[in-house]
């Protein structure tokens, strides 16, 4: 099974400008796509440039207006270089997608503070510079919308993600603080947690030892049978969430994690069984 196509109407965010950190791959370019479908210019950023001529080579023959930035979330000068950039060329910011992340398995008791810093900045402290670079420039327009993308795996713990799940907590709490703080200047600040969609860390651990592919029966097995739902999410289905809480239906929707995940975390990742 795949996600359905965009259900909302091709001119529902005519007007407004998205910024999308991360936004050259995977779920990332998934929530640019769904966003432009929707109407909206589409600035992405990346810290990669190889990824962003791509993508925007991919919006743009949708039909999509759309500028690609480099930037690194975890320098706060680099961040005000990428908004002051998306404003001077789009005109304003109506909203601001956290997607930009790091992570990769790892056991704790060895985990180096290399690595740990990397995520940690990169997931936290990216998503807040980005929060409070464009927060001046939203409150001058009267309001706009801040959707972080978080996960789920810190509901219960997970072995080897101790930096990921800190991280992830951290912009859960952010979340909510930031929509209470900035509800009066007209702010919403939700978050998005998905479940499981084949990324290529996905892949890797259904990678057999000795081989280059993905056991791919194990990854449709595991789908069928841990996810209530019976499918792995896609990039599209947390394109679908992010662009109704951009929308004038996310209007009193503020301090709110959405989880889209198939039903997976509260099945606890276990197989399920016949009634």
């Not at 030892?209 to 947390?238: N, S």
């Amino acid at each position: 099974m795949t996600a359905p196509a965009t259900v909302f109407r091709p001119d529902l965010l005519a007007g407004q400008v998205a910024l999308v950190t991360g936004g050259g791959t995977g779920i990332g370019l998934g929530i640019a796509t769904s966003l432009a479908a929707a109407g909206a210019q589409v600035a992405i950023a990346s810290r990669k440039p190889e990824h962003l001529g791509p993508a925007a080579e991919r919006l743009q023959a949708s039909g999509a207006k759309v500028s690609a930035v480099e930037v690194n979330v975890r320098e706060p000068e680099s961040v005000a270089r990428m908004v002051d950039r998306v404003s001077e060329q789009h005109g304003r910011v109506d909203i601001l997608v956290n997607n930009a992340a790091g992570n990769f398995y790892a056991p704790t008791a060895t985990l180096s503070p290399n690595g740990w810093r990397a995520v940690v900045e990169t997931d936290l402290y990216g998503t807040f510079y980005c929060c409070q670079a464009v927060y001046p420039r939203m409150k001058a327009q009267g309001g706009g919308r801040i959707i972080s993308i978080s996960m789920t795996l810190h509901y219960r713990g997970w072995p080897l993600m101790a930096h990921a799940t800190a991280a992830k907590a951290g912009v859960d709490a952010l979340t909510r603080t930031l929509a209470l703080e900035w509800a009066r200047d007209r702010i919403r600040v939700n978050a998005v947690a998905p479940g499981p969609i084949p990324t290529e860390g996905v892949k890797k651990a259904f990678t057999p030892p000795g081989t280059d592919a993905p056991d791919l029966f194990g990854m449709e097995k595991y789908a069928t049978e841990a996810i209530p739902l019976g499918r792995w999410g896609t990039p599209e289905d947390i394109g679908q969430m992010v662009t109704y809480l951009a929308s004038p239906a996310g209007d009193w929707i503020t301090g709110s994690i959405v989880v889209v995940d198939g039903g997976a975390w509260l099945a606890g990742g276990q197989q399920q069984q016949d009634s």
